[in-house]
């Protein structure tokens, strides 16, 4: 249907006539109260590879200043924000989807240049964050406080689920990264490691204590399986 939303809306609600209004509010309330008790049991459950990340977006609702701005870079990480992070209204910032992978802190950057006074909450994956990393540099030299909550599965784990779900081998999709925690600060800003459930509150807690650059890593659980990586055959002149 094409015309302008204002005015076809208006001749839509004329047509439909008197409707009744049905009150949703009590199955709703009783829909988030399965699914609060469901991500509850998900952020409990411990299988000793790492830390979920129910348990990881549950604690970040707890500490999210009320006016922070979250920015979300591409990855199963997002889909786990979306499903996960109970905000108050915090806007979240992201790519739509677009597969565009190192949005997140770039985009808390650009975030920070438009709102100084707020705070700036940048959530990534190791793969994404690994696109643009020297970028830690320039927050640390203009004093950018960007509070980072870093996911590490040392894989591009949405793209092996694809590669999967299409019933292919998962190929080169694994990654060798660098201690995120001390690669942050030896770019001079405050890294934060964190390797259960029990330390995330307190990692939180430092997070959000004081101003400039810093980095809670979050040594995530590898759901996906990932094979070793086969080395291209070399080409032949």
């Not at 000793?48 to 129910?54: D, F, H, K, P, Q």
């Amino acid at each position: 249907m094409l015309g302008d939303a204002a005015i076809t809306m208006t001749a839509l609600t004329d047509a439909l006539g008197e409707v009744k209004a049905t009150d949703q509010r009590l199955d709703v309330a009783e829909r988030c109260a399965v699914w609060r008790a469901e991500k509850a049991r998900r952020a409990a459950d411990d299988r000793g590879r790492g830390v979920g990340a129910a348990a990881v977006f549950h604690a970040l609702s707890e500490h999210l200043p009320a006016d922070a701005v979250v920015t979300v870079d591409v990855g199963n990480h997002a889909y786990s924000l979306d499903r996960y992070l109970e905000s108050k209204g915090q806007p979240v910032l992201m790519s739509g989807y677009l597969g565009s992978i190192g949005f997140g802190y770039p985009a808390a950057m650009g975030a920070w240049a438009a709102a100084p006074d707020r705070p700036i909450v940048a959530v990534t994956g190791d793969g994404g964050f690994g696109q643009y990393a020297t970028e830690l540099t320039t927050a640390v030299k203009y004093g950018i406080p960007i509070k980072h909550v870093l996911l590490n599965n040392h894989a591009l784990g949405k793209i092996s689920k694809e590669q999967l779900a299409e019933d292919y081998p998962v190929w080169h999709t694994s990654l060798h990264n660098p201690d995120w925690a001390g690669y942050a600060r030896l770019c001079g800003a405050t890294g934060i490691r964190a390797t259960s459930r029990d330390e995330l509150d307190d990692a939180m807690s430092t997070l959000f204590a004081s101003d400039g650059p810093r980095i809670v890593v979050r040594r995530t659980g590898r759901r996906t399986p990932v094979a070793h990586s086969t080395p291209l055959p070399r080409r032949t002149r």
